[in-house]
T-cell receptor, first 114, second 112 residues
Framework: AQSVTQPDIHITVSEGASLELRCNYSYGATPYLFWYVQSPGQGLQLLLKYFSGDTLVQGIKGFEAEFKRSQSSFNLRKPSVHWSDAAEYFCAVAPMNRDDKIIFGKGTRLHILP | SQTIHQWPATLVQPVGSPLSLECTVEGTSNPNLYWYRQAAGRGLQLLFYSVGIGQISSEVPQNLSASRPQDRQFILSSKKLLLSDSGFYLC???????????FGPGTRLTVL
């Protein structure tokens, strides 16, 4: 069955430290891949997406993600986090056809220490 | 540009009362529309999706229903709310079912 796993429910990092949020997926073929961010009480905002081509994808707010086919992973990274990055982050995958829907991971809550 | 609206932003309802949440999209035609629910600490649960007017697919059997009376309007309803219906309800749209989805601001529903 198709699935998305975000193994870390909560992550705490200090402001200015680097960040990596993990995402692994299970699919028959390479899917479309997404990262979303949700601030408390708000909707989800797309950070970045991977459809094809360069496996290192740049997104908004200084985030990037790397698609690794051999590991079925799409980890999100940021070299230096800011207090405003505290939020919940969702990885999502979708098959490369029009008949199936996006599947979201359960999310990782990011806490920032001052 | 495209925008998506949801209302109300917050709602407090007694158990057994009816529910109607509305979602509208501007700036696009024939979008795919979705209703999700977030319960505390439980991620996103897809409730309904629609690929066109009057076409509704239900993902989870429950006391909720959805309707799409117009191309860019999606309504979530219930005849009798349960305590377990409390949560954060998100509407989203996409150009096609596997492309990125764009989310509304959400409705916080508390059932007492």
């Amino acid at each position: 069955a198709q699935s998305v796993t975000q193994p870390d429910i909560h992550i705490t990092v200090s402001e200015g430290a680097s960040l990596e949020l993990r995402c692994n997926y299970s699919y028959g073929a390479t899917p479309y891949l997404f990262w979303y961010v949700q601030s408390p009480g708000q909707g989800l905002q797309l950070l970045l997406k991977y459809f094809s081509g360069d496996t290192l994808v740049q997104g908004i707010k200084g985030f990037e993600a790397e698609f690794k086919r051999s590991q079925s992973s799409f980890n999100l990274r940021k070299p230096s986090v800011h207090w405003s990055d505290a939020a919940e982050y969702f990885c999502a995958v979708a098959p490369m056809n029009r008949d199936d829907k996006i599947i979201f991971g359960k999310g990782t809550r990011l806490h920032i220490l001052p | 540009s495209q925008t998506i609206h949801q209302w109300p932003a917050t709602l407090v309802q007694p158990v057994g009362s009816p529910l109607s949440l509305e979602c509208t999209v501007e700036g696009t035609s024939n979008p795919n529309l979705y209703w999700y629910r977030q319960a505390a600490g439980r991620g996103l649960q897809l409730l309904f999706y629609s690929v066109g007017i009057g076409q509704i697919s239900s993902e989870v059997p429950q006391n909720l229903s959805a309707s799409r009376p117009q191309d860019r309007q999606f309504i979530l309803s219930s005849k009798k709310l349960l305590l377990s219906d409390s949560g954060f309800y998100l509407c989203a749209w996409s150009v096609w079912t596997s492309n990125e989805q764009f989310f509304g601001p959400g409705t916080r529903l508390t059932v007492l």
